[in-house]
């Protein structure tokens, strides 16, 4: 079984940037797509970015054009650099697939401040 974590989160102000990483123990260059979710307090845990094996990349519509998902597939990790962050991209942010058949990581806080 994959086992995933998440690093690199962390304290910034508002229109900063990050970039958490996900190291997964074992492959996954396929056949999975690779997904970054976020859970702030109170709420659901909600897909915000998410790659294909062959790096076809999509959006939720409230990181479009500031976050860019990525990935290494030699080195089982993917990236999330998130550019231009708002207090409302406070949460904390977890890696998966899609559909999110791994076990869940501890995720890495984002905290931004206003």
């Known amino acids: 079984q994959v086992q995933l974590a998440e690093s690199g989160g962390g304290l910034v102000q508002s229109g900063g940037s990050l970039r958490p990483s996900c190291a997964a123990s074992g492959s996954i260059s396929s056949p999975n797509a690779m997904g970054w979710y976020r859970q702030a307090p109170g709420k659901q845990r909600d897909l915000v970015a998410d790659i294909t094996s062959g790096g076809s990349t999509s959006y939720a519509d409230s990181v479009k054009g500031r976050f860019t998902i990525s990935r290494d597939n030699a080195k089982n990790t993917v990236y999330l650099q998130m550019n231009s962050l708002k207090p409302e991209d406070t949460a904390v942010y977890y890696c998966?697939?899609?559909?999110?058949?791994?076990?869940w990581g501890q995720g890495t806080q984002v905290t931004v401040s206003s």
């Open positions: 998966n697939a899609i559909p999110a058949v791994y076990y």
